[in-house]
């Protein structure tokens, strides 16, 4: 994984409740076993007409709206526990999920793969999606290190929580099994103390 420390970037708002795993990406798209790909079916039935052609309605389509930070309602990652849509999001470019909840199981999906869900407060989400109602291009500051999430604009910034070994992990790009490896020399001197000795 890419290390992640701090991102300033602007915002996509999707300010829907109860977004579930199966519109974040359909079950149709669950074939494949890689992580590559899976960005361009994201919310595909909100994204795209029946004939393939771009709804222009939908947020993704409209070309206001940009940035590595995706703005979401309540509840987002809900449903079934598919490890798709996590690489769907971080596929399609988000680094970023914010939203005032998140499912459990979304929530340690997203955090390994690279995808850090930051959750606020709901007057704090609302602050949010007015600052990019005023300025499609606002900018925002997620500061993992401090875990801080701040609106660039108005100096408004909160704390979020966040699993410490997780926090680890994404500051320094591991996996699990990355971060098992970085302990290898640890690890082998351990167990040379239990060897028994000749």
């Known amino acids: 994984m890419k290390k992640f420390n701090t991102l300033i970037s602007s915002a996509v708002p999707l ?13 149709r798209f669950l074939k494949a076993t890689t992580r590559e790909g899976f960005g ?18 939908f947020i993704l389509n409209n070309p206001l709206y940009s940035g590595q930070i995706l703005v979401a309602g309540r509840n ?8 798709h849509a996590a690489w769907a999001l971080a596929d399609f470019g988000f680094l970023v999920v914010v939203s005032s909840f998140f499912a459990d199981i979304f929530r340690g999906n ?24 005023t300025n499609p291009k606002a900018a925002f500051e997620v500061d993992l290190e401090r875990q801080t999430f701040t609106i660039i604009s108005t100096g408004q910034s909160e704390h979020f929580e966040i699993d410490p070994y997780k926090k680890m992990c994404m500051i320094n790009g591991y996996d ?23």
Do not use: M
Request: proline share 8%.
């Open 15 to 27: 300010p829907i409740e109860e977004v579930d795993t199966d519109q974040i990406i359909p079950a």
């Open 40 to 57: 361009d079916n994201l919310f595909c039935d909100w994204r795209y007409l029946p004939d393939g052609s771009p709804r222009p309605e």
């Open 76 to 83: 987002f990652g809900c449903g079934s526990s598919r490890e």
């Open 110 to 133: 997203a955090l390994n793969n690279g995808l850090l869900p930051v959750q606020v407060s709901a007057d704090f989400l609302h602050a949010i999606f007015s600052a990019i109602e």
């Open 176 to 198: 699990d099994i990355d971060f098992l490896l970085s302990l290898k020399e640890k690890i082998t001197a351990f167990e040379q103390t239990r060897l028994p000795k000749a």
